[in-house]
């Protein structure tokens, strides 16, 4: 347990010994061991090396006149912004973590596109790809469970 502690990596993690921890418990550790991780993503990995190395790439692209700023110097933060966006999760428990994540989305306290930025998606990727296959399946007179504009039964 000790060792355990002194790098920073959960005792039952570390093992695989879960014998005597139940499942809420555990649950409990995995997310605060995966909170300690994204706070280290972000603000080691992103904030010191991947900023630095995108602002040093949008520079040396605006110098070879690959891409078009006129006004770049004055307004260099707009050219700079993007997501860093962590791989995601997997679930714990696919079908409480998966509800839960409609209910939150339903009541307004969370958008699908967080959602989907949690699991490591681009929600304009997911939507347009949605949009796809709706069309197809539309165009081929399909009615599938899994679209919620159709009634399947």
Known sequence: ????SGVGI??????????DVSDRTLRVVINTFRRRLEQYQYYTFVQMWC?????????????????KAADFSKNKW???RCNWIGQ??????????VEA???SVRAGFSTRSSVILESG?????????????????DSLGLVMDTDPRQDAT
């Open 51 to 67: 900023r630095p190395v995108w602002a040093a790439f949008i520079d040396a692209c605006v110098l070879a006149g690959h891409i």
């Open 1 to 4: 347990m000790s060792a355990a």
């Open 78 to 80: 707009d050219y700079l």
């Open 101 to 103: 994540k409609i209910k």
């Open 121 to 137: 998606e681009d929600p304009e990727t997911i939507m347009r790809q949605y949009a796809h296959d709706n069309e197809i399946a």
């Open 10 to 19: 959960p005792y039952e993690y570390l093992t695989g010994d879960i014998m």
């Open 88 to 97: 995601g999760w997997a679930y714990i428990h696919p079908v409480q973590d």
